[in-house]
């Protein structure tokens, strides 16, 4: 691979990690109107209108859904991202854009351990980083509320699921066609946010409707735009190198929450945050060496 494609993924990729930390500002305030449910639903019907507007305009597909191998394949990704949203978006009613970006953020270190199960190995450094992150986690845990232990909580495991996902994508964006490939997942977590709306919360069109300008951001530039970019850059990217770039969508979670909500990080949090971005960091060092 040339450098030239290498800078090239490498600045797809930061831009996704900026679009995802500046859409945690928006996450959060949407839900001032309506549910974490029903603003996931809102978020992927929108992701999913854009991207098959963007779909016809390129490429003009003529079938928009079939039930092939690789659309199967894309539905279990989608299911796969509809719970890492639902679980982060849930999060987000308790803790901060800042909180929560880190916490997302600690998925790195959870794609070498998973990608154990395709066929990777697990260097020593995955280790060292693991460590640094649960250090981050204790001083990041330090909170006198229940409520913002839960969203954390939430948070983290969203990580979790974040991290398969890469995984999944890295494998699927060799063999599925782009816009097929995001379009099916935002589909299928559109159809299962609206079946759990009614069983979790009420259809509340007129917040939805208050929503609408962070719905826009989320939906189209976090959704559509930016799993797009993702998918295009780990295209030529390892996958293990790319979760180092998307994984500063923390430091801009972080920003973003004090720039835009006045959110502000106790020596204690900002001490925790730092053990866990090392700790990210630190696991792939010798993925980075090596490349």
Not at 40 to 46: I, K, M
Not at 224 to 230: E, I, R, T
Not at 243 to 254: C, D, G, H, K, Q
Request: charged share 10%; glycine share 8%; hydrophobic share 60%.
């Amino acid at each position: 691979m040339s450098i030239k494609l290498d800078l090239r993924a490498d600045a797809i990729l930061l831009l996704t990690a900026f679009i995802w930390g500046l859409a945690f500002v928006f996450q959060r305030s949407g839900m001032d109107h309506v549910g974490p449910v029903l603003f996931s639903f809102g978020r992927f019907t929108l992701g999913a209108m854009t991207i098959l507007l963007i779909w016809y305009w390129r490429e003009r597909p003529k079938a928009v859904f079939t039930l092939s191998r690789t659309n199967k394949q894309a539905a279990l990704l989608g299911l796969v991202l509809a719970l890492g949203m639902l679980l982060q978006q849930a999060g987000l009613v308790y803790t901060t854009a800042g909180r929560a970006g880190f916490l997302t953020g600690i998925y790195i270190v959870f794609v070498p351990i998973l990608g154990v199960f395709f066929d990777a190995k697990t260097a020593w450094s995955t280790w060292i980083g693991i460590l640094l992150a649960v250090i981050g986690l204790y001083f990041l845990s330090q909170v006198q509320t229940a409520e913002l232990f839960t969203g954390d909580l939430l948070v983290l495991l969203s990580a979790v699921v974040f991290a398969f996902h890469l995984l999944m994508t890295k494998r699927l964006s060799q063999q599925v066609p782009l816009f097929q490939l995001i379009f099916v997942q935002l589909i299928v977590g559109a159809v299962l946010s609206a079946l759990l709306v009614p069983l979790v919360e009420s259809w509340n069109w007129q917040g939805l409707v208050d929503a609408s300008g962070d719905l826009l951001f989320v939906g189209v530039m976090a959704s559509a735009v930016a799993f797009s970019l993702m998918a295009t850059g780990l295209r030529t990217a390892p996958a293990s190198h790319g979760a180092i770039i998307l994984s500063f969508e923390a430091v801009f979670a972080a920003f973003c929450g004090w720039w835009l909500l006045d959110e502000y990080l106790s020596p204690p949090e900002l001490l925790g945050c730092g053990f866990i971005l090392a700790g990210a960091l630190i696991s792939q060092f010798r993925v980075l060496h090596d490349r």
